[in-house]
């Protein structure tokens, strides 16, 4: 069982004085810390006289907070294990913390690998105690706001701004993530049974997206080490589709970083093709080995001026926020705008101002996010490493996937039997526009550190199991984020 000391929890609560009444400030920031994921489920807490000792409050106190928190269901007592953090259960009596993206059911048992996104970012509660603040002098009007609240959107004209790109707020649009994002900008620029070129392997939503709103995906497969330029350039040529969609920033599923010759060679083969650029920067910021800050090579938009650049907080933050964004060339706005009314009349109010909220801390959060990141994709690298140690994967320099390549093509019969060694895997075929990467899995680093030895332990099992005889558990197509 994890533990935590007297004096590590004060540390995280902070230096200043508790608000009034103490108790209530004490279980307000144990429960803030558990919210955020800094307090992780299934430690154990400090007993009431060495918290009494290192806070310096009266043992009544304490034992008033963790009372309350017991109450709230962030804490169980234990027999001969005192005071433990927990997560409370849903209306299902289902604990919030074993809830996972895909809508089926997920035994308790397994570990679900099939979504690339953490738990919320520390800071991520607080940010919606301070919107919560703001929400009422929005609550007179009707709520609807298609183009995004102007607080938003100079946000992150000013988060382009910083990142060397000049953006104007009237550049940028709301969405409902950056799947809602990609749909708005295709539909403005695009008539059905266009053709939009992808790569392979990509996002899968993404392939789905443009095929289930009547257009067709064209690969474009990516090399080993990146993006073929005159590739791509052929392949315009002869499909004649009218957009890209492109993710040069830690391209999911392979991590790849699209370099900045290849930017502005890529541009200009898209501009001389007629062709509209769609860039998905959903992990730019999560960049773990380059320099200190993050950074990335400038963003794609910087070498196009047609560029439709989508962004979200779902990767960076907390995927529960639903909130994305697209940037749009000068000028562009109202042709989105108006292509998003087939889709949704405008994001939440409230998750607008919290990730207005988050976007102010900027640099703050960010760097905590990107240590939390590479803890965890340094330990399943070394975990996998230890027990599949005939999967080969680049180690990425940031996003949150390890794209393995297996020594046999049975990519498929492996995501057949995984369940049964305890974890669920998406089938490399889904990455792929036409289908096939057999010889591929995709395993995001999103467990925590203390955790991947184990999903590594069951993924050797499930190895073996698709080694073996020809599986007869019928397939399943999961969700995928």
């Given at each position: ?115 690339a ?7 991520v ?21 298609p183009?995004?609240?102007?607080e ?24 409902s ?16 049974g ?92 999560l960049?773990?080995?380059?320099a ?22 779902g ?5 529960g ?60 690298v ?6 599949v ?8 320099t ?12 049975r ?34 680093f ?7 030895d ?10 073996q ?12 197509t999961?969700?995928?984020a």
């Amino acid at each position: 069982m994890r533990t935590i000391s007297a004096r590590s929890l004060a540390l995280l609560l902070g230096a200043g004085p508790l608000p009034r009444p103490a108790y209530r400030g004490l279980a307000d920031g144990i429960r803030r810390l558990v919210s955020d994921g800094r307090l992780l489920v299934g430690t154990r807490l400090p007993s009431e006289r060495t918290l009494t000792t290192e806070l310096g409050l009266s043992r009544t106190t304490v034992g008033a907070a963790l009372d309350a928190l017991r109450d709230e269901g962030f804490v169980t007592t234990r027999r001969g294990s005192g005071s433990v953090v927990c997560l409370p259960a849903g209306p299902s009596g289902l604990a919030l913390s074993q809830a996972g993206l895909i809508p089926t059911d997920v035994p308790n048992d397994v570990i679900d690998l099939t979504y690339a996104a953490l738990p919320a970012a520390a800071g991520v509660t607080a940010a919606y105690e301070r919107a919560l603040v703001e929400l009422p002098r929005f609550l007179a009007t009707a709520g609807y706001d298609p183009r995004g609240l102007p607080e938003t959107r100079a946000a992150v004209a000013a988060w382009f701004e910083g990142r060397g790109l000049s953006t104007s707020p009237d550049q940028v649009v709301i969405t409902s993530g950056a799947h809602g994002g990609l749909s708005a900008v295709l539909r403005a620029h695009l008539e059905v049974g266009d053709r939009v070129l992808v790569e392979s392997p990509t996002y899968p939503n993404a392939i789905v997206g443009v095929r289930r709103s009547a257009y067709r995906a064209v690969p474009a497969q990516l090399t080993p080490t990146g993006w073929d330029v005159d590739g791509i350039e052929v392949g315009l040529r002869q499909s004649g589709a009218s957009a890209a969609y492109l993710i040069p920033d830690h391209q999911n599923p392979t991590g790849l970083v699209m370099d900045t010759p290849t930017r502005h060679a890529l541009a200009g083969v898209l501009a001389r093709a007629n062709a509209v650029p769609v860039v998905d920067e959903t992990f730019v910021e999560l960049g773990l080995d380059d320099a200190p800050s993050g950074r990335q090579p400038a963003p794609f938009a910087a070498s196009s001026r047609q560029a439709h650049t989508l962004g979200s907080a779902g990767k960076t933050w907390w995927g529960g926020l639903r909130v994305g964004w697209v940037r749009v060339p000068a000028g562009g706005a109202e042709s989105v705008i108006e292509a998003r009314h087939s889709l949704d009349l405008g994001t939440a109010i409230l998750e607008q101002l919290v990730v207005t909220d988050l976007l102010h801390q900027g640099e703050t959060l960010l760097a905590e996010r990107r240590r939390e990141a590479r803890a965890r994709r340094d330990a399943l690298v070394t975990a996998l490493g230890r027990h599949v140690p005939d999967w080969r994967f680049s180690v990425p320099t940031g996003g949150l996937n390890l794209w393995c390549e297996l020594p046999e093509a049975r990519g498929d019969e492996l995501a057949r039997v995984a369940e049964t060694a305890g974890v669920r895997l998406a089938r490399g075929g889904q990455f792929g526009v036409q289908g096939g990467f057999a010889r591929w899995v995709r395993v995001p680093f999103c467990v925590a550190p203390d955790e991947a030895d184990q999903v590594g332990r069951r993924l050797a099992t499930a190895w073996q199991l698709a080694l073996g005889a020809r599986p007869t558990t019928p397939e399943v197509t999961p969700l995928i984020a």
